[in-house]
């Protein structure tokens, strides 16, 4: 069964996560519900606020054949370069924008066993997990919207990018 998703403007995705003190069985039932919450809706990340949790855990899959990276209390110790794209929520249907976000980031996390990682992602890697960790902290995608971009545009807009 998966979570309803929290639709924007609704005051749950505007508040800082807590920290996650202990990683409990419930906390991995959880996130295991998480993912087949975002599968059924074709996303690629989703964050705890978006099910209406207010603690720092979210999880990201660019591609169904990847691995699904569970972020425990993430952080963003490095960052370099920027670059500008499209992006979208779950959260805020038929919205999409361009946002500013660093192209390389290096992330500290626990996983669901409770052992800390770091792992450097870029590109699109970097976007996704910068986008959930954003939810964490309160802030949506469209704080940071530099353009917006109509739904039915969206398509257009990508195929001229792909050009560039």
Do not use: W
């Not at 087949?36 to 207010?54: E, F, V």
């Not at 720092?56 to 993430?74: F, G, K, M, T």
């Not at 626990?110 to 802030?139: M, P, S, T, V, W």
């Amino acid at each position: 069964m998966s979570y309803p998703i929290v639709i924007h403007p609704n005051q749950k995705l505007t508040r800082p996560s807590q920290k996650v003190g202990v990683i409990s069985d419930e906390l991995i039932q959880m996130l295991d519900r998480m993912k087949r919450t975002m599968d059924a809706h074709d996303g690629i990340g989703l964050a705890a606020p978006q099910i209406g949790k207010n603690i720092r855990v979210a999880i990201v899959q660019l591609d169904p054949e990847d691995d699904v990276l569970e972020l425990i209390n993430p952080e963003i110790i490095f960052h370099e370069g920027e670059n500008i794209d499209v992006e979208g929520c779950l959260s805020l249907p038929h919205q999409y924008g361009t946002v500013k976000r660093y192209e390389t980031i290096v992330v500290r996390y626990f996983d669901r066993e409770g052992d800390e990682y770091e792992l450097e992602a870029d590109d699109y890697f970097a976007r996704a997990i910068q986008h959930e960790i954003d939810h964490l902290n309160g802030i949506l995608f469209i704080d940071k919207m530099i353009e917006r971009i109509a739904e039915e545009d969206l398509e257009d807009y990508m195929e001229g990018r792909r050009n560039d």
